[in-house]
């Protein structure tokens, strides 16, 4: 089954490189085109399952774009853009787009929202086929495939982690069943924690816990063993030693 077409419209080269990447690594078909033009004329040859188009392109509007995609045809739009202005986010809204990511972005944050807006026009299935493939790592609901670093809930849908988020799950997933200590843990995750204060690794257990744990504040997997450290219970009916 073909990939899904995602097509790029952005004045910079390198951004546009970077998504062709990501899109790539992500079991995405990506076409990449640097203006309003080329879109159209990409589109006339090659039907797209969705277009990420940047607000600020280089003397035109990717508002009029969108705008223009939308009176024609019922196309995914996700806007991107390195504003932060709240107004121009609800004027595209507005004007016909399904999502708005501000720049500069977590990469998988931008394929969890590109894959949610897929779904919810019923393109899903060619992306989850494209990842049913892979062998992957269970635990509880969840399962987690460790070749491409994510992890999918029971309906088989991509739960977004941070790098952060990801490699402290992967630690701990490479380690079943064992209490690590704070400082092991601290050691591990080494240059990321320059992007939190004290208490780190509580800080990303807490989030981690949102969202693997049903319940976070009675979490059954990753769990506190006071003085100790933290161990991850890949089969919470068994009581690990």
Do not use: C
């Not at 049913?132 to 495939?145: C, E, K, N």
């Amino acid at each position: 089954m073909s990939l899904p077409k995602i097509g790029i419209v952005d004045d910079e080269a390198a951004m546009r490189d970077a998504l062709v990447a990501l899109l790539s690594e992500n079991q995405f078909d990506p076409i990449p085109m640097a203006n309003i033009a080329e879109y159209h004329a990409a589109d006339q040859n090659t039907p797209l399952d969705l277009v990420l188009i940047d607000l600020q392109l280089r003397d035109e509007n990717g508002l009029s774009l969108a705008m223009d995609i939308r009176r024609t045809k019922d196309l995914p739009i996700v806007m991107l853009t390195g504003q932060g202005d709240e107004t121009d986010k609800i004027i595209g809204l507005e004007v016909g787009a399904d999502d708005y990511v501000l720049k500069p972005f977590n990469p998988r944050e931008l394929i969890a929202r590109i894959r949610a807006v897929l779904r919810r026009y019923g393109k899903s299935d060619q992306t989850t086929a494209a990842l049913a493939d892979t062998d992957r790592l269970t635990f509880g609901r969840l399962s987690v495939d460790q070749k491409k670093r994510i992890l999918f809930d029971d309906t088989d849908q991509e739960i977004a982690l941070t790098n952060a988020e990801y490699r402290l799950l992967d630690y701990f997933l490479s380690r079943p069943n064992q209490i690590i200590p704070r400082v092991e843990l601290l050691s591990e995750l080494g240059s990321d924690l320059t992007k939190y204060v004290d208490r780190t690794v509580d800080v990303l257990i807490l989030r981690l816990r949102r969202k693997i744990e049903e319940n976070p504040s009675k979490p059954v997997h990753l769990q506190t063993r006071r003085g100790q450290g933290y161990i991850f219970v890949t089969n919470p009916h068994r009581t690990p030693n």
